[in-house]
């Protein structure tokens, strides 16, 4: 079993960057595929950005292909999202989340953060 907790969430100008930690814990965070998603007011959640165990294989959302990096340092348990050049409609609250597979992170995690809010203003 792995716990999540997101931090780096905030209020930024559009064409800002931010960038989003997610902390797990547990021995065996190296063996998880780890993913992002969000969720705006009033919308379904959605995916963002997977990554798989050893980080080579890396898979985003066609929304932010060329603005997010995900990346993770397995040595520290923490799983990252670089945001760039933000827009008003990047504005959600952003969930890390933990599979056994790139496919499954993507499609239905077995882990959730309790999630990190970013706020774009134009």
């Known amino acids: 079993q792995v716990q999540l907790v997101e931090s780096g969430g905030g209020l930024v100008q559009a064409g800002d960057s931010l960038r989003l930690s997610c902390a797990a814990s547990?021995?065996?965070?190296?063996?998880?595929?780890m993913g992002w998603f969000r969720q705006a007011p009033g919308k379904e959640r959605e995916f963002v950005a997977a990554i798989s165990w050893n980080g080579v294989g890396t898979y985003y959302a066609d929304v932010v292909k060329g603005r997010f990096i995900i990346s993770r340092d397995n040595a520290n348990n923490t799983v990252y999202l670089q945001m760039n050049s933000l827009k008003p409609e990047d504005t959600a609250a952003y969930y890390c989340?933990?599979?056994?597979?790139?496919?499954?992170?993507?499609?239905?995690?077995?882990?959730w953060g309790q999630g990190t809010q970013v706020f774009v203003s134009s």
């Open positions: 989340a933990a599979g056994q597979s790139i496919v499954q992170v993507t499609r239905s995690p077995g882990y």
């Open positions: 547990g021995r065996t965070f190296s063996r998880y595929a």
